[in-house]
């Protein structure tokens, strides 16, 4: 079973916690002591190397300095800025509108060679069409009480995912069956969007697989949609934040548990035949 999403980042918060823990142990300082030399009260010292507060830049300046190890600081602070970049709220990322979130992860795409998507509820974004894309995005907007520019979004997001017909690139990509019937815009679109997997299925560098609601026994249960770029990072989409998982032994546990969905599920022509029954449950 995958790691709690925020797992990494929590991490990552705690082995910056640890090494300021450090600092303070090898100075021979107390927390109450700490707190006076650094002008605050012993709780924050508390909270700080405990995890549940991240210090900011000017907190973990002086406590390097309260522990004569201000050389160590700057290395603290870009730990510590890593560890909460990795949990990224959406409210914050879509600020200035849906189609710059889209633009946002074309570096991405263009530095990774094979992905690997997982998803149990949605079609991937690699796959989407139009106008399924602007009927999600345009719901996106509304949750998120933000201005709806779901149409040049849409666009974007078409745009990038022209990247599917370069060479060079390998993409695995698994969905629930359950995926085929949960209907994004009007019936036209959704008849468009599954006509497209027909297509889309059958790309040299595309493998789509889908896990039948038949399966008799289930080696994994259904899992939190989740992206895998090359071997070096997992990115899990929760409803509010989008978590970016760098440690090598949970990337490793996602692997493992791709593997395992991928193993359920049916391609080629068994993957055909459920996606023209959705199509038929359509008219």
């Excluded at 600092?23 to 010292?45: F, M, N, Q, V, Y």
């Excluded at 309260?66 to 603290?76: G, K, P």
Aim: glycine share 4%; with cysteine; hydrophobic share 40%.
């Amino acid at each position: 079973m995958p790691a709690s999403p925020s797992s990494s980042a929590q991490a990552a918060r705690e082995r910056v916690a640890q090494r300021l823990r450090e600092l303070r142990a090898d100075a021979g300082l107390t927390g109450s002591e700490l707190a006076i030399r650094c002008g605050w009260t012993h709780p924050k010292t508390s909270r700080i190397e405990n995890a549940r507060t991240p210090p900011s830049p000017q907190d973990i300046r002086a406590w390097t300095r309260a522990c004569r190890a201000e050389d160590q600081a700057e290395d603290l602070i870009a730990q510590s800025r890593n560890a909460e970049s990795q949990y990224v709220e959406w409210r914050r990322r879509v600020r200035a509108g849906l189609k710059q979130l889209q633009d946002s992860y074309v570096d991405l795409y263009r530095a990774t060679n094979h992905f690997r998507i997982y998803s149990p509820t949605l079609v991937p974004g690699l796959l989407q069409t139009e106008g399924y894309t602007r009927a999600l995005l345009h719901a996106n907007a509304r949750l998120l009480d933000i201005p709806d520019d779901s149409g040049k979004a849409a666009a974007a997001r078409l745009d990038r995912s022209k990247i599917i017909h370069e060479p060079g690139r390998r993409f695995v990509m698994l969905i629930e069956e359950g995926v085929l019937t949960y209907q994004l815009g009007d019936a036209a679109a959704m008849a468009a969007q599954l006509g497209y997997l027909l297509t889309a299925g059958a790309l040299p560098a595309v493998s789509l697989g889908i896990i039948p609601n038949s399966a008799r026994e289930r080696l994994l249960w259904p899992q939190e949609l989740f992206h895998v770029y090359d071997d070096t990072l997992v990115s899990i989409e929760l409803l509010t934040a989008r978590v970016r998982i760098t440690e090598p032994s949970e990337i490793a546990l996602y692997f493992r548990a791709f593997e395992e969905l991928q193993s359920m599920a049916v391609y080629g022509a068994a993957a055909r035949t459920l996606i023209l029954k959705a199509i038929e449950a359509l008219h």
